[in-house]
């Protein structure tokens, strides 16, 4: 199998809680937060986090941060070390991890691959490897159950394909340009490379994947897939561009591009776009820190608009606001039917009851009666709505749901748990 587009890739190493430098030196790495939020920006396709763990106490500190991390990036993120049992897997899964990387040197392996493909599925488990030859005994035993190899001595770059036509990422000390041009062609089967440098200087990787397409190296790059050509262009040679926030949809402003700020936009992430005012092309951010890094642009039906989806940093407007669209002209009481974010109305709502109680107000009282009576309706909610699924009758199966999630929602507030925390946790379960 070739695998023509090829990832960039850092690595993280966790002990104690917190992000090292590498597996044998400890010092720390930086906040992970921070750390994440540079490579959401520098256009890093994914992370390898790595367990340095030495007990259990531990581990659950560094699977805290994994969680934390999962949470945080904009890419994929594997993760491996400290796996001893199935259960090691499925937590590693549900902090939010894509793939778990099992330790090719441990004996339980073999088995815990044929457990985690039976479980979670063979595209969730990958494979850390040091020795091909110790491999090359697993290997019967492993590819039926392993999608993936992480190749952590860059000597074996270029011979792994007489071994397995598996994909698999390698990690490299060395990461100049030409190096990780070497290594990429050197084998159709390497997905992409791996470096701890990458940590440290990940504003070079816009300008490495260019280099890499001159080279004739797919990276995970914007590519358009229609001409500029086929834009209608306004009266000034532009098309406008409406922004929003790809997360919550919220529209973030509205600007121009012409085809010089289009192609910027596709090379470097970031969006471009043309000054009317001062007829020269502007990169959002560049003077205010505020960039905006697109996730997908769209064409409308006449094509002469586009859709941008981005992951804004700070404010989009240059009031400050964080977005240019916050002034009221009018709005209609049908606003009030949209149920997009409904959740969170409710939530806050309820949010304001328990902070500013009112006489009368059942969440109010709810909230003053504490957690066990907040407990006690949420049992006595989940007793009805059983009771209502066996009704052919949906209109109360239907009524008896509103009220299990809304006795919930009480609960979350008393407990400082919000909706975006449990649907992401959902996304992370069922569809990530």
């Known amino acids: 199998m070739k695998y023509t587009q090829k990832d960039i890739i850092t690595m993280i190493f966790l002990k104690d809680g917190m992000p090292v430098k590498d597996f044998h030196d400890h010092a720390p790495a930086g906040d992970p937060a921070d750390v994440i939020s540079t490579y959401n920006i520098h256009g890093i396709d994914k992370i390898i986090l790595f367990d340095l763990s030495d007990d259990e106490k531990e581990h659950e500190e560094n699977l805290h941060v994994m969680k934390q991390i999962c949470h945080l990036a904009e890419m994929p993120v594997y993760a491996g070390g400290n796996i001893n049992s199935i259960n090691d897997i499925k937590k590693i899964l549900y902090v939010g991890c894509s793939k778990v990387i099992l330790n090719s040197l441990k004996n339980e392996t073999s088995q815990l691959a044929r457990q985690g493909e039976q479980r979670f599925g063979r595209d ?20 039926e159950y392993i999608s993936e190899l992480v190749v952590l001595d860059e000597r074996l770059a270029g011979t792994m394909d007489s071994v397995t036509d598996m994909p698999y990422t390698i990690l490299l000390q060395e990461i100049s340009a030409e190096k990780i041009r070497d290594v990429l062609q050197a084998d159709e089967n390497i997905a992409g490379v791996s470096a701890r440098a990458f940590c440290e200087e990940p504003g070079k990787i816009p300008e490495l994947k260019q280099y890499l397409k001159t080279c004739g190296i797919s990276t995970a790059q914007l590519v358009s897939y229609a001409e500029w050509s086929s834009m209608k262009l306004n009266a000034d040679g532009l098309v406008p561009v409406i922004v929003q926030d790809y997360q919550t949809n919220e529209v973030l402003m509205l600007a121009y591009m012409n085809e010089e700020a289009f192609q910027a936009t596709l090379e470097t992430g ?9 007829q020269e092309l502007w990169i959002k951010g560049l003077t205010s820190g505020h960039y905006q890094y697109v996730k997908s642009l769209k064409v409308d039906c006449d094509s002469d608009t586009i859709l941008a989806k981005v992951s804004q940093v700070g404010a989009a407007c240059h009031t400050g606001n964080r977005s240019c669209f916050y002034t009221d002209l009018a709005e209609a ?26 006489s009368g107000s059942y969440s109010s009282f709810l909230f003053e009666q504490g957690i066990d009576q907040i407990l006690k309706k949420v049992g006595e909610e989940t007793l009805d709505l059983i009771f209502a699924a066996k009704n052919p009758d949906t209109e109360d199966l239907k009524y008896q749901t509103t009220d299990l999630l809304f006795h919930a929602l009480v609960l979350m507030v008393e407990r400082n748990v919000t909706p975006n925390e449990v649907l992401e946790e959902l996304m992370i379960r069922f569809i990530a």
């Open 270 to 278: 970031k969006m471009t776009y043309y000054s009317r005012s001062r």
């Open 124 to 143: 969730r488990m990958a494979l850390s490897i040091f020795n091909v030859d110790l491999f090359f005994k697993q290997k019967a035993s492993v590819e």
């Open 333 to 358: 009481d049908a606003l009030r039917q949209n149920l997009y974010g409904v959740l969170d109305r409710v939530y806050n709502l309820l949010r304001d009851r328990k902070e500013h109680p009112k």
